[in-house]
């Protein structure tokens, strides 16, 4: 497995223990940009595009197991030695496992609205419906979430993904790698087999109460995974907590995070 090396953004200066930000599916660095710039005083915040989104390197594998050891990679060039993690959704599955297979290198590790289970499909006929949209014949970008609403009626959903769609020399194209993404969702919506891991770290995890991603079911297995887990809910926030209530986000994180600091 040869790591790729991540586009990352660089907020605040440099300090012992940085704030590793991971972004969601469909995501990139510029998710976090706002929450970064308000963290930026108090701690070194680095924003990587995980592999497939943004501007980082694409590649056929898109697992938990390939995106750790690009941030392993990633911490190694930077010269650090260990960081605090906030991982969003994709990016929260990926910090747990970085917490999980190089517990050397984690701190403390924040999780936002995610657990280490099996979650349902849901993105599989999002994919093909992207994959199938003519890009040649796109006007601008509203031409193209007209296309889209009928096939992905939820608005901010909507406006999320179209986040990756870009103007190249003469066509729209989607900046995501959505073969890879669809090849991988079923491995993206597990989880790896921990065989008998635990992280015995700080650990928080920070859930919208209009979310249905982390219930009562999600429980035992954060428990055997992250025994000293503290569970936080952020009233009225949905999937995106952090976008949804960003004072309220930033006030849990920062109860969690600034003792470290």
């Known amino acids: 497995m040869t790591p790729l090396t991540l586009h990352l953004r660089r907020y605040g200066r440099p300090g012992p223990v940085p704030l590793l930000l991971l972004h969601g599916l469909f995501g990139s660095s510029a998710n976090w940009h706002r929450i970064a710039q308000h963290l930026a005083g108090q701690h070194h915040v680095l924003v990587p595009d995980l592999r497939n989104h943004g501007e980082?390197?694409?590649?056929?594998?898109?697992?938990?197991?390939?995106?750790?050891?690009?941030?392993?990679?990633?911490?190694?060039?930077?010269?650090?030695?260990r960081v605090l993690m906030?991982?969003?959704?994709?990016?929260?599955?990926?910090?747990?496992?970085?917490?999980?297979?190089?517990?050397?290198?984690?701190?403390?590790?924040?999780?936002?609205?995610?657990?280490?289970?099996?979650?349902?499909?849901?993105?599989?006929k999002i994919i093909d419906d992207l994959l199938a949209l003519p890009m040649e014949t796109i006007?601008?970008?509203?031409?193209?979430?007209?296309?889209?609403?009928?096939?992905?009626?939820?608005?901010?959903?909507?406006?999320?993904?179209?986040?990756?769609?870009?103007?190249?020399?003469?066509?729209?194209?989607?900046?995501?790698?959505l073969p890879a993404i669809a090849a991988s969702l079923p491995l993206l919506r597990a989880f790896p087999d921990p065989a008998g891991?635990?992280?015995?770290?700080p650990t928080l995890f920070l859930y919208g109460t209009k979310s249905d991603y982390i219930g009562a079911e999600s429980l035992p297995s954060i428990r055997r995974l992250f025994p000293l887990a503290r569970l936080r809910a952020i009233p009225n926030a949905g999937h995106w907590v952090y976008a949804d209530q960003p004072d309220r986000f930033l006030a849990a994180?920062?109860?969690?995070?600034?003792p470290f600091r």
Do not use: C
């Open 197 to 201: 891991r635990q992280f015995t770290g």
């Open 86 to 124: 906030v991982g969003h959704s994709m990016g929260g599955k990926t910090a747990m496992w970085m917490t999980l297979s190089h517990p050397e290198l984690v701190e403390a590790v924040a999780i936002v609205d995610i657990a280490p289970t099996v979650y349902p499909s849901g993105y599989e």
């Open 56 to 81: 980082s390197p694409q590649d056929s594998d898109m697992t938990y197991p390939a995106m750790v050891e690009d941030l392993v990679a990633l911490l190694a060039r930077e010269g650090l030695q």
């Open 253 to 258: 994180l920062r109860g969690f995070i600034d």
């Open 139 to 177: 006007a601008n970008r509203g031409d193209a979430e007209q296309r889209l609403a009928a096939a992905i009626p939820n608005s901010a959903v909507r406006g999320y993904i179209l986040q990756n769609l870009r103007y190249g020399k003469q066509d729209w194209y989607w900046r995501a790698n």
